[in-house]
């Protein structure tokens, strides 16, 4: 283990996922005063597209826009001791080094130092690990993955946090992981400047709850907060930075000059995202107690977070496992004038009873009233009557042919339905593969992570 002898190290986050802000990584390398940018890209339906991408193009299977990214902060990330790490390795981190040593090539950024993880992807090995006694059952059903193995799509592991650290050990300026978990990307740095061990738990619990706060980007620093009316320069929000000692204690706050704000409250949101039972959130490396967690305003748009205690780690890693489980598609309609609710309740339920005739009624159907009811269903408080309504019909199953029919029944509304129906767009709805979630737990002694460098 290489330990810096950082007393202190600060840690941004600058993607919460994949289609977050392509400008606010570059603003935290411009405003800089940081150590380590993180960037995280995957999410559990992200692993499955990015296996289809692979399946069509070995050179694909990643997310390409930290490419793009690259190209634009590589250079001052050098030039101001900024080291990167990315889980944007998606289900294929070698094509994505590959990439990152052209356009670092390209862009003149020598000497650099690239470092892949690797070992999260376990689809070519399922039947392997089930032979060797792991079931991969359901957490949610407790049906063994041999129920579904056929229609598998991926399959990954959300592997060691120490995997990362080990990564950074090396001297990587940039670090590229598969599936690790997101609080990981920024916990890594710290284990790696601290030297903590793998019985630290009080000080790998602080670290994973600073990770788990900044996860998510902005969502700490004013983004998505409850009284959004409060929050000063949205349409300029600082990404958030966490500043962590070697004893585990820490501060979440922000570049200066930047929009947003953090404060107890946006904190505390964030901390109760995701976070299932607060006795014993499980994470690969520790198990926390979120009881414990004491949040405290320290300054502007600075949160001291402390208290944090964990347990051992347990014997087993989370993994990610999607297949197809059938068809979907949907459909909508504007519908306006008089009545405008009850002529839309009307037209959904003359194309359920249409298809009902024809005898390709889907298993599963859904009927929403956008702007009405589509988020609260029967919780909806009754509003006044609306000039104008969007009807959004769903359907599932098994059958891409019952799907397809589904489809063929939206437009006729307009002529024959009832009167308003006006805004039918985007084309007939076309039936989609489900991709359903399967997770699932693998014993740890049955997975090894690696790590590749590269130098340019």
Known sequence: MVVMGRTLVRIANGQGFWGDSVDAPVALVERGGIDYLTLDYLAEVT???MQRQKRKDPRAGYATDFVELARRILAPCKRKGIRLIANAGGVNPGACLERLVEVAREAGVQPLRIAIVEGDDILQRLDDL???GAPLESMETGRP???????VLSANVYISTFAIAEALDTGADVVVTGRCTDPGLT?????HEFGWKHDDWNRLAAGTIAGHIIECGAQCAGGNYTRWWEVPGLDRIGYPVVEADADGGFVVTKQPGTG?????ASVSEQILYEMGDPARYVSPDVVIDFRTIRVVQEGTDRVRVRGIEGQPATETYKVSISHLAGWKASGQ???SGPSAVEKARHCAALVWSRLAEAGVMPEETSTELLGLDSCHGPMARAASQPAEVVLRLGAKDRERAKLERFGKEIAPLVTAGTPGVTGFAGGRPKPQEIVAYWPALVPKRLIET?????DV
């Not at 947003?260 to 107890?264: A, D, I, K, P």
Request: glycine letters at 4%.
């Open 260 to 264: 947003g704000l953090v404060n107890v």
């Open 145 to 151: 993955l041999s129920d579904v193995r056929a229609h």
């Open 130 to 132: 089930m032979a060797k």
């Open 450 to 454: 690696r790590v590749r460098v590269e």
């Open 187 to 191: 916990l890594a740095p710290m284990i």
């Open 333 to 335: 309609v504007t519908i």
């Open 47 to 49: 692993m499955s597209i």
